[in-house]
């Protein structure tokens, strides 16, 4: 076991364990907070995978853009003095299958597939590699993606916007 | 004298815009548009003296007379029935027609002012009359056979609006109500039409012609050919539309009943000229008549003369009586035609309509007067008894003093009507009977019946005629103090036209000669007979044997009136005039004359009760069986139907049903999936991509 | 030694317990919060593949653009379930039953 | 104007689609539909206004011929045009229509529906007496009859259902039958066609078809010929309707609302005879010959028997629905007779003065039943002196009808007998007892509804208010026709004389030695 791996283990059980609070923590602002852990964890898979990009972009889109932003919306969305601020859940034995079954099938696909895997290229920064591809070869993606962003954050503030009485006439 | 279509298209439009207006605007013109109608009357009346004048003294229809044809009425096809035109016709008989209806017309118009003044519905009064003008004009006028059934029934229109024009008087006197009245009068009229109709098409069908001259000219040359029995039937079926308007037995019964119009109405249309409409359409027709057809009405005319005169000497109500009279001297008309004294019918038909006219507008003063009495008296009358009854002359007694005029007036009449010499009635009434007798004693012995029956019609004119006076104007007035005050003679509109219309009762107007042994007249030689189109006609009576029969006639028939007279004095001066003595004895005679025969009653019981009858029974033949089979047959199928539902509900039904509840019910189970929850179909997605990737990957 | 099934049994494991939150869950937050879970289990593979095969760059673009959609769509999310909330005074994703055919 | 017959037709459906889009939910939407039906019928009264000075009255051709493919495979085509036998009955068609809006103007329950069907109708009956082609006809038969349905069983009286069910179960049995002779005659034509025109031209049947060979089959020893003849005949004979079909008249008429019954009378009465001159003359001539009398025979006792039955009637509705019934037997004698023009042209004529002269009566009937609620006769007495405008109407309304001169009746019914006279003369004579027994049930309804004294339920003020100024406009139109045809029929009668006169011709030589004299 070389350092490598033992990383990759503490990452991977870090992801793991903050999705596992995350998904059965029945307080939301817990789950909020462990889903920080797993992000970071994956963001820290990310960088072991040497996409160095992807693992800066995963911290501070996720955690610092998405997680606050649910966070809001946890606080937002519940009172101050609703002390319980828990979220109730249904038929877990149904879901508790359904993602056993998921879980299985997947890993036993991940195990059992003859991955045609290449060894071991070194790895080197990615960013401006990432930022050339952007540009040159995935310029319209990149563009379209940026636009949908634009559309959803203005739509996004749009209806989230608060109507006051004398704003229109709306009900 | 030249005439032209414009004065005949005057005087047929002048009465019909009047009518018109009338009907539109009546209400609102000053004085209920009456100046209006008579206006148009006075005009129609002078265009007419001009035309009869012109063919009086200018003969301007002398042998050709002025005919003009409307053409395109019914269609612009060349040939064909529709190719038939109407028309004007004007000739001799035409014109004297003319003046008699538009002077009767013009002076009973005014009268009418007078009599119905103060009516609500005054201005529609008039508007009806002035129809009746119209219609009559029409009838006069049209050159063909159309024509003259579409004025004849017109009239027929009139006069039963005019009837029925106290519609809402339960009755107007004893047993007549005006709302079955007018009815009455109409449907037996259209009896009487139907005859005419076919007897048209019976002409029409032999001829394919419809004016008068060309359908003569079809039948002298032979259009019947050998059925001339046909002829004879389409005479007589021709015959049956004057029965019905004229009131010749046996389709006289609504003429007395027609007395519920007001008593101008009667004057004009119910005496002087509508029902006259009758001879002289037997007088237009004269050529197409066989002498079988022409023996046939002067039968009917000399027993419809005796007829009404008898039942007219037992009736009390006033206007009752010259009813009866009116259908006795109608029926003179008919049989002078019949006997072949042609220019003597016609003679009649003038004169009569001038003296019973004159009859009928000076009972009107009388009851006018009478009602007027009783009002200012408050008496009412009763209709279930005779007392406080304006109509009834047992009632009236010595009117002279207070109404002088209508006293001298009808005395007038009375000795017109009965054929006192000096009157114009004695020159006509003679002409008849001298007709009858030449007819009956000289030429067709076994035909002896119609001279009887006509002499002894005068015998009983003359008794009811002075019956009337008597009972009317003579003796002293038994009205109440209070009512004789009131008693007085009628205004000026209602004497004037008295006064002239008895001027026209002197004989001078018809002949210099009132004996009319020295001079004929110029009756007879202005409404000489037309030739006969039927192939072989009765020998008409030589001119000289109607001479020879002449005064032996009138010595006879002068004895009758006198006769009648002296009987009526006899009673008179015995107080026995009124015949209550004769009603007390209870004798049958004097009930059959009273009730008319009876005729009333059995049409009634035979005629009318039987139509309901039957369609009583046909309506609920219809109903019950008609109906019954449809809806049996609807019910039958609605059983079969049932049967069939019935096997399709449990034999083929059930089958269906047992599928239908089978995927019913399994819906059912798989429906609870169908949560609505999003959550359970991602469940459900997941389990089905894991199912699959398995099931595949196996 | 570390090798693609190994991450690949990390993203699965991340994905099933993004399903179970989005199966279980009913609050629409938490829900959001499994969603963000699955999405991150998919970027993971992403990256795997693109380390694991050829070194090429394709996977983390792929895995760039999925984030801005994510951040997009939790942007948008996020307006809905407040916008619900302000209406109908709950987020409960099964009491918001208005549009239910 | 080529296409004018299609738009009489169809301008009504116009009509119908626009009441359709009116919201029901707008204020005043009520108004609005009755405007935008009264519009349409205007239009269509105007276009048939058009139709009438442009029609060439010289010729006795097909005219405003519209002809195109309508379903080629089976050589169904869309054929329209007018004749001198159809033009009349169009007009009416339109007259009729536009008066029945004025009359439908209180009708307050669904008036979109209402309308809307009123309108289909209109198409419905504009249509059939417009098409040429059988299919066509047929189509138009039917889509008139859905309508008819409707609009008796739902805006109807109290026995409505009864009476929409039975008057559709008899029109469905008489188009059953039609269309059964349709496809017999459709089945023998030497080129397939459903042309009604072409078909009145033997040539154009098959040779060797039965229909041709006409060997008597099993049926009573009836020839094929014979029982397509009395499949039309029965089946027009239902809508006349002839004795012994008639007895949905009754009822169809007395629980219909008024503008229905004055259709019902004015229009689709007339689709019987009219389906008799343009079907069984035309195409089956010999038969008809043959079946003359019989024709005649039925007609007697529809005059007669229709007059004694209206007199027993006691509603007056029924009672001039059995007068309907009378005078379409004059209708039916007039077509029968063949010795001169009169008997044809009367027949023809006297649809059209039905049509004027019986709605007038159902109009003026209706008015009497919005104020006193109830038609019974003797429930009423003296109204004249209440309300004199409406009396003298409906007084003018029943002199028509009992044919007075000087009134549109009267030129009609008196050419049908002297038609009737010269080729049936028993039949002509016992039919004449109609005009005694017309006059009488007329005259003693206007005694007893009109005369005598008032009726005192009827004593207060506004009790039996005065005929209103729409409903004077709803019946004074149909009066003016009635007068002036009256008083000048040449008008009508030259627009069907020539068409008339060759269908005379081919009637004579059709009945050759047998009828000439």
Redesign the interface.
Known sequence: MNAYDLAFYLLAAMALVGAAITVLSRRLVYAAFSLLLAFLGVAGLYALLAADFLAIAQVVVYVGGILVLLLFGVMLTHRIYDTTLKSVRVQPLLGGLVAAGIAILLISVAWNTPWNTTHEIAAEPTTAKIGEAFMKHYVFPFEFVSLILLVALIGAALIGRSRTPGSGNGR | METTITTYALILALPLVAFVVQVFFGKRLPRGGDWLVIGAICIDLLLSLRVFFGALFFSSFAGTPFVWNLRGWLGDAGTGVLALSTGILVDNVTAMMLVVVTSCSTLIFLFSTGYMAGHRRYSLFFAYLSLFAFSMLLLVLGNNLIALFMGWELVGLSSYLLIGFLFEEPVVAPDIVPASACKKAFITNRIGDTGFLLGILTLFSFTGKIAYGDVFEAVRNGAFGDHTTLLTVAGILLFCGAMAKSAQFPLHVWLPDAMAGPTPVSALIHAATMVAAGVYMVARLYPLFTPDALTFIAYVGAFTALFGATIALVMNDIKRVLAYSTISQLGYMVFGLGVGAYSAGLFHLMTHAFFKALLFLAAGSVIHAMHRAYHYAGLEWNPRSRENDAQDMRNMDGLRKAMPVTFATTAVAVLAISGVPFTSGFLSKDMILGGAFAFGFVENPQHFLIPVFGFAAAVLTAFYMARLLIMTFLGTNRMAERGQEALRESPWNMTVPLVLLAVLCGWFWYNPDPTTIFAKGWVSSFLTPPASAVPQTLVAAPADAHHAAHVAAMLVSLSCAGAGFFAAWMLGRRGAISLEHWRLSGSRVYYLLANKYYVDELYNRTVVAGMVQVSRILGWFDKVLVDGVVNATGRFQTGLSELSGFVDRYGVDGLVNALAGFVRDTGNEVRQIQTGRIQNYVVYATVGLIVLIVVTGM | ??????????????????????????????L???V??ML?AA??NF??F??????S?DG??F???S??????????A??????I??NIET?D??QA?DL?G | MSNILSWLTFLPLVGMAAILVIPTRLRKSTGLIRYVALGTTLGCFALAAWLFFAFDRSSSAMQFVENADWIPYFSIRYTLGVDGLSILMVLLTQIIGLVGVIASWNITKAVKGYFALYLLLQTGMTGVFCALDFVLFYVFWEVMLLPMYFLIGIWGGPRKEYAAIKFFLYTLLGSVLMLLAILALYLNMQAPSFSITAMADPANFRADGWLVRNMPTWFFGLTPKELVWLAFFVGFAIKIPAFPFHTWLPDAHVEAPTAISVILAGILLKMGTYGILRVNFPILPAETVHFATFIAVIAVINIVYGALCAMAQKDLKSLVAYSSISHMGYVMLGMVSWRNEAGLNGAVLQMFNHGTITAMLFLLVGVVYDRAHHRRIDGFGGLWAKAPVFSSLFVVASMAALGLPGLSGFISELLVFMGAFASHRVFAVIASSGIVLGAAYLLWTIQRVFMGPLNQAYAEKDAMPEISPREIASVVPLMAIVIVLGVYPAPALNLIGPTLGSLLQTMQSAAGAAILP
């Open positions: 030694m570390v090798q693609l099934p190994h991450f690949l049994t990390v993203s699965a494991l991340l994905f099933a317990a993004g399903v179970f939150a989005v199966v279980t869950r009913r609050n629409a937050v938490a959001l919060m499994g963000e879970l991150n970027n993971l990256a795997a693109s380390r694991f095969s050829h070194n760059l983390q673009i895995a760039m653009l984030i801005v959609t994510a951040a997009a769509e939790v942007a948008v996020l307006a809905i379930v407040l916008n909330y302000r987020i994703a099964d039953g239910r």
